[in-house]
């Protein structure tokens, strides 16, 4: 599940103990298991075996870090992009564009025509007038825009408000009844292809049941639309929801007792055995775009305690992290284990918060921890999807590094930034100099 773990009363990632990398390369610091990724992306790709011709298509935006890219293209994976940016990450990496899929609500012309350049391999439309576009650059280039039309099936993903896309309530893609409409404009359209039919109902979906409900209400329609049209693949998204680790649970569980119950695990296993058997008799080509199970629990983020802070109403542990460099606690509730990098004794119950002027700048709430002082470590698991991909230089801070660790190896795949990148483009107006 994943390769952080205490050994000899250490914390570990692989063959590494982290706290040599908090001291080697200082705090905050993400660290990510090259294993770990490894591991994930083959459980999936195997587990769609029997789907032939299936691709993987890692989403980015969940950690585009150039090394993690690399390692995934290296394994074969293809890429969920959702920005020109994100294209030309998956270039600069070495990735393959001809196995990228275009997805979001607002493609810039510059993304699109970026994008056609690149011969990426198709667009996921999610709206009418987007398709307009797509077909006006494309002819202003000569040539014919691969897309998918990206199906909002209106099914709830039973997951948190802000990670929930498959409804009516959300801006994405074109409503299922609208479909066949869009695509009968499309098919008009000589700057377009009609390549394939896109879904994803949302992220942290922990069970196949609301998979299995969005594909089964698609069927009928993806089988309507290759009656009628050259289609050649059908991507049911992302969304694979992951969970915290039973193991370093049992070794800790002091620390356990506050966690929200784990819900029954979706393995690549059980999601295959639910879904393969529906898609197969189509005989497309079936797409995948995890983010979160492939990069979540292969990374950590490494923080050092500043201050323990007793008021008569609270104990807080103020860590050198902050919100600016994991935003996931204060924007979507989530839930990090927060595991001490050395085996301690006692238990303390505090508010674990970074040093940013926002009372949402926090990582737990009375959460029962490790008895930690000024100076020890701690590690905040799950971090690797979403983590650093959404940090900031809110309240001036620079971005952490970032570390890859292989066996017993490790390199830097970011740098820490230093001051003065905090300031790089920035001036005074002339007029205002003295
Ligand atoms: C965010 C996103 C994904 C990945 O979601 P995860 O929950 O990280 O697997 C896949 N497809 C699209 C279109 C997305 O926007």
Redesign the pocket.
Known sequence: MHDFRIKNGRLCCEGVALETLARTYGTPLYVYSQHTITDHYRKLDRALGGLPGHLVCF?M??NSNLAVVRLLANLGSGF?I?SGGELYRVAQAGGDPRRCVF?GVGKTETEIRYALEQDIYSF?VESAPEIERIHRVAQSLGRRAPIAIRVNPNVEAHTHAK?T?GTYENKFGVAIEDVEAVYARAAKLPGIRIRGVQM?IG??ITSAGPFVKAVKKALPLVKKLQSLYDMEFFSI????GICHDPALESATPAWWRRAPKARAWLTPRRYADQLVPLLAPLGLRILI?????IVGNAGALLTQVQFVKSTPEKTFVIVDAGMNDLIRPAFYDSYHQIVPLRKTRGTLVADVVGPICESGDYFAKDRRLAAVGEGDYLALLSAG?YGMAMASNYNSRPFAAEVLVNGTRHAVVRARQTRSHLVRGESVAEWLKK
């Open positions: 989403a935006k969940a969920d959702v997805a996921n990670i896309t994803h992220s942290q998204g992302g969304g694979i775009e995890p983010g979160r199970f999807a």
